[in-house]
């Protein structure tokens, strides 16, 4: 798995603290004795790539398995309670890292994290999410995902639909303006972006384009295109964002919106992309941005089918996340890269244009490494790449017997193959431990924590975030549903939806 794709049936590789140094195919002489150096015996296992979470919130981590499927704007709902009990920074710190740890565990050795903080991020909270990433060892990039417009601006139909006292409360300003925000990122910047060796660093986001001003969407590009950063934003990921543009934006699109703006580039990290149509793909073609695909979180929401052979004729680069763990709510690459690899074979009728798990391979270590914008070399087993890699044993029933390695880690693999994680040069996992983190303490800490049924208080705010969410509820449906029967000149979803 080097950028020629080559398999080597044995190899010596050599790291120096966090950089492979020389492949050497067959073998070659042990270090000096004496020398500080420690030797893996990989005979038995794969040693490849570590796998790249390339969208990812962490804001929710708590909150896997708390809601049946809806829609992504009822859902929204639920997700940013108004109950909203303000984190506490340890909160924060323990929520980062119940999925962190998952992901290593399962041979993630990077996160693209788009984090949002309800009601609004501090420079402890930050500070939190940040640590929670330097201790466990894994390589993360931070986004502050916050919309800074009211939420009567975001979405189309709802000012006519709301009675007018939840109307009054939905054009109020969120809580924190672009002016905070921003020093908010310079916090970011400041402290954490280049930290831990270089494994720590800052991305922009603006959440959505519709959630954002175009000044403050502006002023995201500019700190993006200063410090070279990756701008996560989520575009068309749902059919009533098509209708938005419709009704909203002169019957624009948001990628025409966006590049309207000035503000199409390659930086951009496109998350989901669905409801495009092909001036858009062309538009993103030409950009040279990444589209970041989530095809659970997509099924969980029931956001549709993004098209994905278009995408890759285009040559756009894409990249795999589980999206939020409500959404994936089990964090596990590996069954987001399976899904991409099989979904989008009921969505094209030619069987010719249907994934193959090489490719699917190449958008979950190729497509994440692109989307990180990394300033070293990093998703391959070659020198001068970054030592993020992993050893999955061969002797499990995945690859038992060993029919094609490609398709077996693609169809075959769950994450529990995984027997060693290296981040930078480190083994943060080895023979089941996370190497950084006492796990045990952890997860009970994070049970006393987030089962909040289990005291007085907990048991009322929940009550109270539950009745509210109800209240607003039949509106968002009616608005959901003025959107899901427009016709919209394409269609996402497989079968006539009814
Ligand atoms: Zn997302």
């Given at each position: ?29 042990p270090?000096?004795?004496g020398?500080d ?87 402890a ?11 466990c ?13 009211p ?28 002016g ?6 310079q ?36 700190l ?10 989520h ?30 580039n ?7 992309g ?14 040279g ?35 939020e ?12 890269a ?13 069987y ?11 958008c ?15 998703g ?9 890699l ?19 880690l ?8 995984v ?42 705010g ?17 608005m ?19």
């Amino acid at each position: 798995m080097d950028a020629m794709g080559t398999d080597l049936a044995c190899a010596t590789v050599t790291i120096e603290n966090d950089t492979i140094v020389a492949v050497d195919p067959g073998g070659r002489a042990p270090p000096d004795s004496g020398a500080d150096v420690r030797e893996i015996d990989g005979s038995g296992h794969l040693l490849m790539p570590g796998l790249v979470n390339a969208h990812f919130h962490s804001s929710v981590n708590h909150l896997k398995g708390s809601l049946d499927s809806l829609p992504l704007e009822l859902f929204m709902l639920y997700e940013s309670p108004s109950e909203g009990r303000p984190m506490t920074p340890r909160a924060a710190y323990v929520r980062t890292l119940l999925a962190a740890m998952e992901m290593l565990k399962s041979g993630v050795t990077a996160v693209l994290d788009d984090a949002f903080f309800v009601p609004a991020p501090s420079p402890a909270l930050i500070d939190a999410v940040m640590q929670a990433y330097a201790d466990c060892g894994i390589r993360a990039v931070l986004a502050l995902d916050q919309p800074e417009v009211p939420e009567l601006a975001k979405l189309p139909f709802l000012a006519e639909l709301l009675p007018a006292e939840l109307r009054a409360r939905a054009a109020a300003p969120p809580a924190m303006d672009a002016g905070a925000l921003l020093e908010c990122y310079q916090h970011l910047l400041g402290t954490w972006h280049g930290q831990a060796g270089g494994r720590l660093r800052a991305a922009v986001s603006c959440s959505a384009p519709q959630r954002v001003t175009p000044a403050y969407f502006r002023a995201l590009d500019d700190l993006s295109r200063r410090h070279g950063l990756p701008f996560y934003v989520h575009v068309l990921e749902t059919k009533l964002q098509r209708v938005f543009g419709e009704e909203r934006l002169g019957g624009r699109s948001l990628i025409r919106y966006v590049f309207d703006e000035g503000l199409l580039n390659e930086r951009m990290n496109i998350i989901h992309g669905i409801w495009l149509d092909d001036d858009d793909m062309d538009m993103i073609a030409a950009a040279g941005a990444v589209i970041a695909h989530n095809p659970i979180s997509n099924l969980r929401l029931g956001s549709g089918v993004m098209p994905f052979r278009k995408l890759r004729a285009r040559g756009i680069p894409l990249c795999l996340g589980t999206d939020e763990a409500i959404a994936d709510d089990a964090v596990n690459m590996w069954a987001v890269a399976k899904l991409a690899g099989l979904i989008h074979n009921i969505s094209v009728k030619d069987y010719r244009e249907w994934p193959t798990a090489a490719e699917v391979l190449d958008c979950l270590i190729g497509g994440g490494a692109r989307a990180m914008r990394h300033p070293t070399p990093i998703g391959c087993v070659a020198p001068g790449q970054q030592a993020d890699l992993i050893l999955v044993d061969l002797d499990t029933l995945a690859f038992t017997p060993l029919n094609d390695l490609r398709r077996q880690l693609i169809y075959c693999e769950s994450g529990s193959s995984v027997r060693m994680t290296l981040v930078a040069g480190r083994i943060v996992y080895e023979n089941g431990k996370l190497t950084q983190l006492d796990e045990p303490a952890l997860r009970a800490e994070a049970r006393q924590l987030f089962t909040r049924a289990r005291t007085e208080a907990g048991r009322e705010g929940a009550a109270a975030g539950d009745a509210d969410a109800a209240r607003w509820l039949p509106y968002y449906r009616q608005m959901y549903l003025k959107a899901a029967d427009r016709d919209v000149g394409m269609q996402r979803f497989v079968g006539d939806g009814r």
